[in-house]
């Protein structure tokens, strides 16, 4: 948190955007989340990252999303619109 800060500040960062993604390996394959439970996972995390972020820059725009694939496209989700699997999208 402490090299973020640095970031954000001796950059000026106004935006911030958190991007999580469908099948990530490291959720998977480093953390161990069965692959039934990791989009609530990752939704918890984004969160968590959200709040972080709001503490070291108080005025900057934070938005997060998940990426996944659609067919052959890349659709990206807000936060309040991720879909745990099985649920309707």
């Given amino acids: 948190m402490e090299f973020l800060k640095f970031l954000i500040n001796v950059h000026q960062i106004t935006r911030v955007v958190l991007i999580a993604h469908q099948n ?9 989340v069965h692959s039934i439970d990791i989009i609530e996972r990752q ?11 709001q503490k070291l820059a108080p005025n900057a725009v934070i938005e997060s999303y998940f990426a996944r694939l659609d067919h052959d496209q890349i659709s990206f989700q807000t936060l309040d619109h ?8």
Wanted: glycine content about 8%; aromatic content about 10%; proline content about 0%.
């Fill in 43 to 53: 939704r918890g995390d984004l969160q968590r990252a959200v709040h972080h972020v």
């Fill in 24 to 32: 990530c390996a490291f959720y998977l394959d480093y953390l161990k």
């Fill in 82 to 89: 991720m879909k745990s699997k099985g649920s309707a999208e």
